[in-house]
């Protein structure tokens, strides 16, 4: 059994509807936090470069980059020290985009994955992760741009984010360009096959998950306790 990550904060840039070279968002991290920025753009035609900020390494877990799609990333990033920096993300392109970086403790980085489906459906992605107790961070990106003021997200070890609440991180529509979605499940349960999306609304979906793997508590170290011979424990008594 582990202990799972915990969510500490998130850090958005300000709008997921407007472009820009650049987008910035002041960021807090702890020693042995882990950092996993979620992003999307509205189209394939619009690429982010590689996060930068607070000396951090930020490496690419997943990315989906494709044709007549949002496209969509995930990055992760360690944080050695506690400090407060400004993250930034380089666009290239003319169209909408945005990002969040979502502060945990306790956590390593475990498996990902991706899919991008043309649809219309209901946003869903297998994932296996490989260790107990896991959390699971899902960036989702929509062409289509449906509305998803009724958004029900998927269920996970009788976790479901809220629509505007609790494990819902990111939600962002333009209705002529796309639409964004982030949240995370705290607790996956026992290792396995879990499912992350939404069961609503149906869209032209890009969707990344990525897990982290939570603390294992130490083994109890047995304690030698070394068996008297019976002339020793006679002589004990004496």
Same mark, same amino acid.
């Given at each position: 059994? !582990?202990?799972p990550?915990?969510?500490?904060?998130?850090?958005e840039?300000?709008?997921?509807i407007?472009?820009? $070279?650049?987008k910035?968002?002041?960021?807090?991290?702890?020693?042995?936090?882990?950092?996993?920025?979620?992003a999307?753009?509205? +189209?394939? /035609?619009?690429?982010?470069?590689t996060?930068s900020? +607070?000396?951090?390494?930020?490496?690419?877990?997943?990315?989906i980059?494709?044709?007549?799609?949002?496209?969509?990333y995930i990055?992760?990033?360690? @944080?050695? /020290?506690?400090?407060?920096?400004t993250?930034?993300?380089?666009?290239?392109?003319? +169209?909408?985009?945005?990002?969040?970086?979502?502060?945990? *403790?306790?956590?390593t980085?475990?498996? *990902?994955?991706k899919?991008?489906v043309?649809g219309?459906?209901?946003? @869903?992605?297998?994932?296996t992760?490989?260790?107990?107790? *896991?959390?699971?961070?899902?960036?989702?990106?929509?062409?289509?741009? $449906?509305?998803?003021v009724?958004?029900?997200?998927r269920?996970?070890?009788?976790?479901?984010?809220?629509?505007?609440?609790?494990?819902?991180?990111?939600?962002?529509r333009?209705a $002529?360009?796309y639409?964004?979605?982030?949240?995370y499940? /705290?607790?996956?349960?026992a290792t +396995?096959a879990?499912?992350?999306g939404?069961?609503?609304?149906?869209?032209?979906f890009?969707?990344?998950?990525?897990?982290?793997k939570? !603390?294992?508590?130490?083994a109890?170290?047995?304690v030698?306790?070394?068996?008297?011979?019976?002339?020793?424990?006679k002589? !004990?008594?004496?």
């Amino acid at each position: 059994m !582990a202990t799972p990550p915990t969510f500490v904060a998130e850090y958005e840039a300000a709008s997921w509807i407007t472009s820009g $070279a650049t987008k910035t968002a002041s960021v807090t991290v702890a020693n042995g936090d882990t950092l996993v920025v979620i992003a999307a753009t509205e +189209g394939n /035609s619009d690429t982010l470069a590689t996060p930068s900020g +607070g000396g951090l390494t930020y490496t690419l877990a997943q990315s989906i980059v494709v044709s007549a799609f949002a496209s969509c990333y995930i990055w992760t990033a360690p @944080s050695a /020290s506690g400090q407060t920096f400004t993250i930034t993300l380089t666009h290239t392109g003319v +169209g909408f985009f945005g990002f969040n970086a979502l502060r945990f *403790s306790g956590a390593t980085v475990g498996t *990902s994955t991706k899919t991008n489906v043309t649809g219309p459906s209901a946003p @869903s992605l297998a994932i296996t992760t490989t260790a107990d107790n *896991s959390t699971i961070v899902m960036a989702n990106s929509d062409w289509s741009a $449906a509305d998803g003021v009724s958004r029900v997200y998927r269920t996970i070890n009788s976790i479901t984010p809220a629509a505007g609440g609790s494990g819902e991180v990111t939600y962002a529509r333009d209705a $002529a360009t796309y639409a964004a979605y982030g949240a995370y499940w /705290s607790d996956a349960g026992a290792t +396995g096959a879990k499912t992350v999306g939404l069961t609503a609304p149906s869209q032209k979906f890009s969707i990344i998950a990525l897990e982290l793997k939570g !603390a294992v508590a130490a083994a109890a170290v047995p304690v030698f306790r070394p068996r008297l011979t019976q002339a020793v424990a006679k002589a !004990a008594q004496w």
